[in-house]
């Protein structure tokens, strides 16, 4: 087993806090709890039912939000499983936030599967049809499962980064194919009501805004989840090496009085 080197800036920042938060992060995550009960407000109280989903159409409030956060968290990681794998320093802080970053990716992943299986349940009458855009998006979701469970495989961080992120860059290329499914094959799916690419946004305005608050809700969640949680892998990072570091000194020792 080798030791891995780790950031010493980064190490030293995260040795000398109790905790992972900041003034920045309690700040983002006020907003982000503002942010969810203005959600809440709106989504449940403020906005009108639709005409033909009827009440169901509040369920697109987290569906929507979260699959485009979903859609954000796994191009992060992407992005900086580029950057650690494309730069000379292979800087483990990319490693975490690619990691991190698939995490938070598949926690919302699973939010969005779930609340279209509600969605569906009401509209279509049943939980889930093998149908293209929920089938690609089960993928996707199975994918970064295994992801996932690559980064937790034995070896030193460095492996680890460096396997997870060959897969990072794999598994973003999986995106277009469930958000076009829908015009590729003959899917149950909706087509897209706001990111149209004619620009023809079939929704109410109240229902619009509800979306966009959605939107600005999820994102502020992400941004907080994101910075705790690499910072706490740093922290894990630096936990192991030091254990490393003194079985090997215990070791020496142990060499020496013989």
């Known amino acids: 087993m080798t030791t891995t080197p780790t950031e010493p800036l980064a190490d030293t920042a995260a ?10 992060t309690r700040v983002i995550g006020i907003a982000a709890v503002v942010a969810m009960g203005w959600l809440i407000a709106f989504g449940l109280g403020f906005s009108p039912a639709d005409r033909d989903q009827e009440e169901a159409v509040r369920i697109l409030y987290v569906h929507v939000p979260t699959v485009w956060l979903a859609y954000l968290a796994f191009i992060v990681t992407a992005v900086c499983s580029g950057l650690y794998l494309f730069t000379k320093k292979h800087s483990l802080g990319f490693d975490r936030v690619a990691g991190a970053s698939a995490e938070i990716g598949v926690v919302f992943m699973a939010l969005t599967l779930v609340t279209g299986m509600l969605w569906g349940r009401i509209t279509w009458g049943v939980f889930w049809q093998w149908d293209a855009r929920l089938t690609t998006t089960a993928l996707l979701f199975v994918t970064y499962i295994g992801y996932l469970a690559v980064r937790n495989l034995e070896g030193g961080h460095q492996q680890r980064a460096k396997r997870s992120a060959i897969i990072g860059l794999l ?22 009501s706001v990111a149209d690419p004619t620009g023809d946004v079939k929704m109410d305005g109240l229902m619009l805004f509800s979306l966009f608050v959605g939107v600005i809700a999820f994102t502020l969640l992400y941004v907080w989840l994101l910075l705790h949680r690499s910072r706490g892998m740093a922290m894990q990072d630096l936990i192991d090496d030091r254990g490393l570091d003194h079985a090997l000194d215990a070791r020496r020792s142990e060499g020496v009085t013989a």
């Open 171 to 192: 598994a973003v290329m999986e995106i277009p194919l469930v958000h076009f499914s829908v015009e590729m094959w003959r899917s149950l799916h909706q087509d897209a």
């Open 15 to 24: 040795s000398h806090r109790s905790g992972t938060g900041t003034p920045a």
